[in-house]
């Protein structure tokens, strides 16, 4: 069964740390095939930097008077810079795109081009078209996708071990059991990283994907109207949840993905058991390894299950990442998307990023157990919901975000969520 996906855009996943080491607007083409363009992508160092490299350098080279130029855009001021820069008009000319509500705003300004025309038959051959039309609105096509990149725990076998855990939890209950046995060998139990907020609203996140029906997600996408009782109910999981104290001491003020103190850090170093956190996860906590190396012991399962919520269980939360171009680039942009889809190029970000590639030949490549099991869940999921912060767009979402850090920090509560969540909806 093809998963159902919420709203036909495109969710762009982040994809590692990130600094800004330069913006620069749109570059541009010319008669006799020359162009010079911007690349805005969120990954600083290691692989995940030098696959962007490596692929600009392969595609100048293999189309010569193309100069492309890597830039390096802080994860967390991503969307904040790209926005200033698209109203400025001064955009780059490929970027890595989010989706969901923040393509369709970009979609209604006119300011991303529509490569639907422009997508190469090899291009079709080797990436399924529910993958382009995740990219998609309306039909038209307006980023290629990379990676697919579904949420779920990401935890240590050998610290399960040390606390007596057998396999992994599938229900609420059963994680909360988990939890416990890791507090009794001063183990902390989940890692999470809320001074960057969204990855603490990824906790509501998936409580509310138990919690919600399809119909109501997918109405609340439509209506931006949080009024069903499930949106209350998923904040009232969650506090809940946070009352057993899962979390890591100073959880408010850890950083998600920079340095060995980061929450994927603390996994990466056995300083906790799990984090909750997108596909990409692997890659970050590789690169925070004292070797900088993969986890030997590293695996995944999917959230839970919770009793009496009205979610189709197996749902997962996630998406397919992907790459625009700007409504002003050259003709160039699209055959540069056309040549990272390619199985080599697809492979290389495999293997750089160390999450699963969209391209059906390059999956023949994933050979990490826990790659495999993220791919299984994902396909056999009934349903796939974007990020909510995502599908909403940045006003609804950002808002989102940080009530659900105000829940976590004791100054807001579940009804708090849903009230403020309805005002930002309500001012657009």
């Known amino acids: 069964m093809r998963p159902h996906r919420l709203i036909a855009a495109s969710a762009v996943l982040l994809a590692g740390a990130a600094a800004l080491t330069g913006c620069s607007g749109s570059g541009g083409g010319s008669s006799d095939g020359s162009a010079s363009m911007t690349l805005w992508q969120n990954s600083t160092t290691g692989p995940g930097l030098q696959f962007w490299k490596d692929a600009a350098k392969g595609f100048e080279k293999a189309n010569p008077g193309v100069k492309i130029d890597v830039q390096t855009v802080q994860n967390e001021d991503f969307d904040g810079k790209l926005q200033t820069a698209m109203n400025s008009g001064s955009a780059p000319d490929i970027f890595l795109q989010r989706g969901g509500g923040k393509l369709q705003a970009m979609v209604e300004a006119g300011q991303v081009k529509d490569i639907t025309d422009g997508i190469s038959a090899a291009t079709k051959k080797v990436i399924p078209a529910a993958s382009l039309g995740a990219e998609s609105l309306d039909g038209k096509v307006y980023a290629m996708p990379l990676s697919v990149l579904p949420s779920g725990i990401w935890y240590s076998k050998d610290l399960f071990k040390e606390a007596g855990i057998d396999g992994t939890p599938s229900t609420l209950d059963e994680l909360n059991a988990d939890i416990a046995k890791l507090k009794a060998k001063d183990i902390a139990p989940v890692a999470l990283g809320a001074k960057d907020a969204w990855p603490a609203a990824h906790w509501y996140y998936n409580f509310a994907l138990r919690e919600c029906a399809p119909s109501a997600l997918e109405s609340a996408a439509k209506s931006k109207s949080f009024s069903d009782p499930c949106w209350l109910k998923a904040g009232q999981d969650l506090q809940q949840f946070k009352d057993t104290k899962p979390f890591n001491d100073g959880f408010l003020t850890t950083a998600a993905q920079q340095g060995a103190g980061s929450s994927a850090g603390l996994v990466a170093n056995h300083k906790a058991a799990m984090e909750l956190m997108g596909a990409w996860d692997p890659g970050v906590i590789a690169s925070l390894t004292k070797d900088e190396k993969p986890l030997p012991d590293l695996g995944w399962f999917p959230f839970p299950e919770i009793s009496g919520g009205s979610g189709k269980p197996g749902s997962i939360l996630g998406g397919v990442d992907g790459y625009s171009c700007s409504q002003a680039a050259p003709p160039q942009c699209v055959d540069f998307l056309n040549y990272i889809a390619k199985t080599e190029q697809q492979t290389a970000y495999y293997k750089a990023y160390n999450s699963p590639p969209v391209n059906t030949e390059a999956q023949a490549a994933v050979s990490e157990p826990y790659l495999k ?38 100054k807001g509560d579940a009804a708090g969520i849903v009230k403020t969540t309805n005002d930002a909806a309500k001012k657009g």
């Open 373 to 410: 099991d993220v791919v299984k869940a994902y396909n056999a999921a009934p349903f796939v919901s974007q990020w909510l912060d995502t599908v909403y767009g940045q006003n609804v979402g950002n808002a989102l975000n940080v009530s659900v850090v105000n829940l976590l920090a004791g």
